[in-house]
């Protein structure tokens, strides 16, 4: 039988098909009009999307560059930083600042789990330069309380700036730059941006940009004042990666496009679609015997799914890709064989959500030897479409 290649992995996504096109036209210089003209429009497009008038920037690396930008930048040898982890991505944080010279507190809940905020609140010292955290913690599918921390940093910490790693957390959390006071925000295009890896973009905020002139780690390809002045000419500082810019004006019109061309209602309407394929999964999975691994705070983004004692996730990966090519991510690190996970953000709509359902059944069935019966997690699932899209519905009707 024919299977198709399906991607459910929380970065790389299902790329859109308008983006691969656009990208295959791409054949064009960066240092002419016609590439100044694109850059200019993805700059102001992202803006949209980001939610802020704080400049943004694009980056032609994956998101751990910008994540380096954000500590390269922003510190100096010997400062104090906050780190709040609870997970692979949030570990990454504190080798990145031990690796810039900075003094990590750490604060870190245990994988599956978010913080609790009284233990930010009794880390948090205003001496801090800086607190780095994620919107989105993708290894354990965790989503973190932002605003929580935004609104404890600026009362008892005003000074300390706050860079959130949103690169699974945009397009599919509520997030608030402006309003909360986010410094450094931070995506990455093998996201819910619908197109290959390659790309990151950060916003920033004044307060940051002040905090770079008197930062002293060092930097030069990550240089955010030199991305900042090239691009106010539509330009960027080095070659730039032409095609995933390309690719990425089209995604964002297609953002737009869910809401009739304006892009700020369509990020809504991304992360409301998001947010129903994932209680769909979650419906449906535990509906098969699944346990959540991060039943509290589940993020939209991902849903990381811990397998029955005994049995290794890494065979549920494998026979996902072996018997329906659909390909999914094993745990990492500590929790590789112990849970696997699918992704939600960017180009999935409900019946991707609907096959990937399909698919657990008889793999739950053949593989875990689980007891189900065919439709068991289907319908679960379906009970949760059926329950958003008619809200929906009475929305848009009223
Ligand atoms: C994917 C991801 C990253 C970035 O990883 P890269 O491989 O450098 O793109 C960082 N943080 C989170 C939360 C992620 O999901």
Redesign the pocket.
């Known amino acids: 039988m024919i299977r198709k290649t399906r991607l459910y992995t929380?970065?790389p996504t299902p790329l859109l098909p308008a983006a691969q096109f656009a990208m295959a036209a791409a054949d064009i210089h960066h240092r002419t009009p016609e590439f100044r003209a694109l850059y200019q429009k993805v700059l102001a497009q992202l803006k949209v999307f980001v939610g802020t008038r704080n400049d943004v920037l694009l980056l032609a690396?994956?998101?751990?560059?910008a994540?380096e930008a954000s500590v390269s930048n922003l510190t100096s040898p010997g400062d104090r930083v906050l780190v709040l982890t609870a997970g692979k991505?949030g570990e990454?944080w504190v080798s990145l600042v031990k690796a810039f010279g900075c003094e990590a507190d750490v604060v870190s809940a245990p994988y599956g789990e978010t913080f609790d905020v009284d233990e930010v609140q009794k880390a948090l010292k205003p001496e801090h330069k800086a607190l780095y955290m994620?919107?989105?913690?993708?290894?354990t599918t965790v989503r973190h309380d932002v605003e929580a921390v935004a609104r404890l940093l600026h009362a008892m910490a005003p000074d300390t700036l706050l860079v959130v790693?949103g690169?699974?957390?945009l397009g599919t959390t509520h997030l608030d730059v402006d309003g909360w006071g986010i410094d450094i925000l931070?995506g990455?295009s093998?996201?819910a941006v619908m197109i290959p890896?390659g790309l990151?973009y950060l916003s920033v905020s004044e307060r940051a940009w002040a905090a770079m002139e008197k930062s002293t780690n060092p930097r030069f390809y990550f240089d955010l004042r030199k991305e900042r002045k090239n691009a106010v000419k539509g330009e960027s500082a080095y070659t730039p990666a032409v095609a995933l810019v390309a690719g990425l004006g089209a995604a964002l019109d297609y953002i737009a496009a869910q809401a009739g061309g304006d892009l700020e209602n369509g990020r809504i309407a991304l992360i409301d679609n998001a947010e129903v394929n994932a209680a769909a999964a979650r419906a449906g999975l535990q509906a098969l015997g699944f346990t959540l691994f991060a039943p509290t705070a589940p993020a939209a983004?991902a849903t990381a799914v811990a397998v029955p004692e005994g049995m290794n996730s890494g065979e549920v990966v494998k026979a996902l890709k072996s018997r329906f090519a659909l390909v999914t991510a094993n745990g990492q690190g500590e929790m590789q064989g112990k849970i696997f996970r699918v992704a939600h953000l960017g180009f999935f709509d409900y019946l991707d959500t609907v096959a990937l359902i399909g698919a657990m059944e008889h793999i739950a069935k053949d593989t875990l030897g689980l007891k189900v019966e065919y439709g068991q997690g289907v319908a679960a699932a379906q009970r949760v479409y059926a329950k958003a899209a008619s809200s929906q519905e009475l929305e848009a009707s009223r």
Request: hydrophobic share 25%; aromatic share 4%; net charge neutral.
């Open positions: 929380p970065g690396c994956s998101g751990t560059g994540m991505f990454r994620q919107a989105t913690e993708t290894s790693d690169i699974t957390g931070i990455g093998q996201k890896p990151a983004a």
